[in-house]
């Protein structure tokens, strides 16, 4: 995670973020700092980068890289206002060991990438349409030995995999049809028979964007509809307030990049 101490909207690179709304940093901070609480308090160890002036989209941890099996598939970001993340993330993991691997295709990490270690014997999914270009997906599946299925999102709005989608536990996910394409939705329901689906208003209202350990769904505050499904299926909602960093188009899982040994 990383501190939103220099959270800003000084630019617009998707529909959430308005450079002309006011973004209370003090707020953000406070509202991020109880979300890593919770994850402590949840038993989780949470890892620190330092927030650099001038990336204000830092907080968004969860674009940096993608880990699968202790091996670090790192990022490329679209956009040139937070391409200098990248070097942060891969300086933290090569710092701590991890096998790193340099990608030379545009791609945005777990924004865009998600792991299920027990569907299908390991399965990757990944975004791609706005952010994550296709070519990186056939070399996350190069870099990391999973196979990779390729899920095209067709809705501005949700221009991320991570805020139309997530795991739930080791198998299964939930995920808003809406946000991809038609054939992207039979793949999907082909392969998650069980899943949990969400409606546009769950996903207007950020509850797709949680992290999971399998019974604990940590979720945006503001997704009551959606933490009801969630309990209706066996897991244990854990709202958290994030309203100033949905400013900028993110909420709880793109504030967490997953160590995954
Ligand atoms: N303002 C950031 C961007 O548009 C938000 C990133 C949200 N992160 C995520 N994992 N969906 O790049």
């Known amino acids: 995670m990383c501190s939103p101490e220099h959270f800003a909207v000084e630019y617009a690179i998707n529909p959430w973020m308005d450079v002309t709304t006011a973004v209370d940093a003090e707020l953000a901070v406070k509202q991020w700092d109880r979300l890593r609480e919770t994850l402590v308090g949840l038993g989780h160890d949470v890892h620190l980068l330092t927030p650099e002036a001038g990336l204000p989209d830092m907080v968004f941890a969860a674009n940096g890289a993608f880990v699968v099996d202790g091996t670090v598939y790192g990022a490329q970001f679209k956009h040139e206002q937070r391409a200098a993340e990248a070097a942060a993330h891969r300086a933290f993991y090569e710092s701590q060991g991890w096998r790193f691997i340099a990608p030379?295709?545009?791609?945005?990490?777990?924004?865009?990438?998600?792991?299920?270690?027990?569907?299908?014997?390991?399965?990757?999914?990944?975004?791609?349409?706005?952010?994550?270009?296709?070519?990186?997906?056939?070399?996350?599946?190069?870099?990391?030995?999973?196979?990779?299925?390729?899920?095209?999102?067709?809705?501005?709005?949700?221009?991320?995999?991570?805020?139309?989608?997530?795991?739930?536990?080791?198998?299964?996910?939930?995920?808003?049809?809406?946000?991809?394409?038609?054939?992207?939705?039979?793949?999907?329901?082909?392969?998650?028979?069980?899943?949990?689906?969400?409606?546009?208003?769950?996903?207007?209202?950020?509850?797709?964007?949680?992290?999971?350990?399998?019974?604990?769904?940590?979720?945006?505050?503001?997704?009551?509809?959606?933490?009801?499904?969630?309990?209706?299926?066996?897991?244990?909602?854990?709202?958290?307030e994030l309203a100033e960093l949905k400013k900028g188009g993110g909420s709880v899982k793109c504030c967490i990049a997953e160590l995954r040994h």
């Open 104 to 240: 030379s295709e545009t791609n945005e990490g777990e924004g865009d990438f998600a792991y299920l270690p027990e569907a299908h014997g390991g399965l990757v999914l990944a975004g791609h349409g706005f952010r994550t270009e296709l070519p990186a997906h056939a070399e996350a599946q190069e870099a990391l030995g999973r196979p990779v299925v390729s899920l095209r999102l067709v809705d501005p709005r949700f221009y991320h995999l991570d805020v139309a989608l997530a795991s739930i536990d080791d198998e299964n996910i939930v995920y808003f049809p809406g946000a991809f394409s038609a054939a992207s939705q039979k793949v999907l329901a082909q392969l998650f028979p069980d899943a949990v689906v969400a409606d546009d208003e769950d996903a207007m209202t950020f509850g797709l964007n949680l992290v999971s350990d399998g019974l604990n769904v940590v979720l945006n505050s503001e997704a009551t509809r959606l933490a009801g499904k969630l309990k209706a299926a066996g897991y244990h909602p854990v709202p958290v």
